[in-house]
């Protein structure tokens, strides 16, 4: 509509009078993505904020995601339309946890999620996000142990698809992506038989998937355990006329755009991630007029938690 173009129209002036790159989460409201340089997933996006030529790298998405832009461009402002966007996944562990946590077991690598905090990553060998967390884990030898965290369901993801018993797993999760239940799951494939099934691994509810699988209710070939990047590839390819997805409702908007004439609809739809949501059309649009909230990492922090990151940009490059 009118008001939707205006604003597109201001938020695209602002951005190139400011000099700034607009990125934006897969999660993000469809008038945010849709206004953006790049929509992506969380791997996706951290390459080409390393990458940019841009001064200012406008972050729509959560905190950890604008801080991990920061830390691997500490020469460039980095801003996000509100800087309260957190992530109930990174709350889950703290430093001093993981500085714990790793004086239990000398020598083990410690593989941390994305969704952690700089202070966390800091203390990481290498992150990894959904999309590239096996082949992280498949590049430390077979024989080490290896601390996962926060994801208990990414975790466990990575130890069964491996298959290495010595992958430890910190028990965080995702709120949005807990609140997808087995039963919600199960049901909807119970009536949509013929479907196709994209889930996000950070979703408890992969298990029942496998589980569905392995009973025959569910084909294997129609399964899919999927980063939100790999699913709007898989939703290029498939040629099903419908597919349930189990994640964050955003995605819906990336994955309709790619592919018009499969009905795609979620397995919750209530699965809305506040933090995500808390990017408006409004904050938007002054974050890149008024320059803020400018996001700020120690630089000795930024330092330690720059190589966790670049190491896994590095692998699958
Ligand atoms: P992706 O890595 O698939 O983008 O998911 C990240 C995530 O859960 C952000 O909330
Ligand atoms: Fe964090 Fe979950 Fe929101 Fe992603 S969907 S930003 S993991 S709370």
Not at 67 to 74: C, D, N, Q, R, V
Not at 113 to 139: F, G, Q
Not at 146 to 158: I, K, M, R, S, Y
Request: glycine content about 6%; charged content about 20%; aromatic content about 4%.
């Amino acid at each position: 509509d009118a008001a939707v173009s205006t604003w597109a129209e201001q938020v695209r002036r602002a951005a190139r009078e400011q000099d700034a790159v607009i990125l934006a989460h897969n999660y993000q409201d469809p008038a945010i993505q849709d206004v953006a340089d790049h929509v992506g997933d969380s791997l996706a996006l951290s390459r080409i904020a390393a990458d940019c030529d841009a001064s200012t790298i406008v972050f729509a998405g959560v905190h950890f995601m604008a801080e991990t832009a920061k830390i691997l461009s500490p020469d460039k402002r980095v801003l996000i339309p509100d800087a309260r966007a957190g992530c109930s996944l990174a709350d889950c562990i703290t430093a001093d946890q993981l500085r714990e946590w790793k004086a239990q077991y000398p020598g083990a690598v410690v593989v941390s999620y994305v969704n952690t905090t700089a202070a966390v990553k800091a203390e990481t060998d290498i992150c990894c996000t959904s999309s590239n967390a096996l082949e992280v884990v498949r590049s430390i030898p077979a024989g080490t142990d290896v601390l996962f965290c926060p994801d208990q369901f990414l975790g466990a993801h990575v130890r069964r698809t491996l298959g290495r018993d010595n992958i430890h797993t910190w028990m965080g999760e995702c709120h949005v992506h807990a609140d997808i239940s087995p039963t919600d799951l199960i049901d909807q494939v119970h009536a949509n038989p013929d479907a196709e099934l994209f889930v996000h691994p950070e979703c408890g509810c992969t298990t029942s998937a496998l589980w569905l699988a392995g009973q025959g209710d569910l084909p294997p070939e129609r399964t899919h355990i999927l980063s939100t990047g790999g699913m709007l590839t898989a939703a290029r390819a498939t040629s099903s006329a419908k597919v349930l997805v189990a994640t964050e409702v955003g995605m819906l908007h990336q994955l309709r755009h790619a592919n018009a004439t499969t009905d795609f609809q979620p397995v919750n739809p209530g699965a809305i991630c506040p933090f995500m949501k808390m990017t408006t059309r409004d904050k938007l649009l002054s974050c890149i007029t008024e320059g803020h909230d400018e996001v700020v990492v120690d630089p000795a922090i930024a330092v330690r938690a720059r190589r966790a990151v670049e190491r896994m940009i590095a692998i699958g490059n």
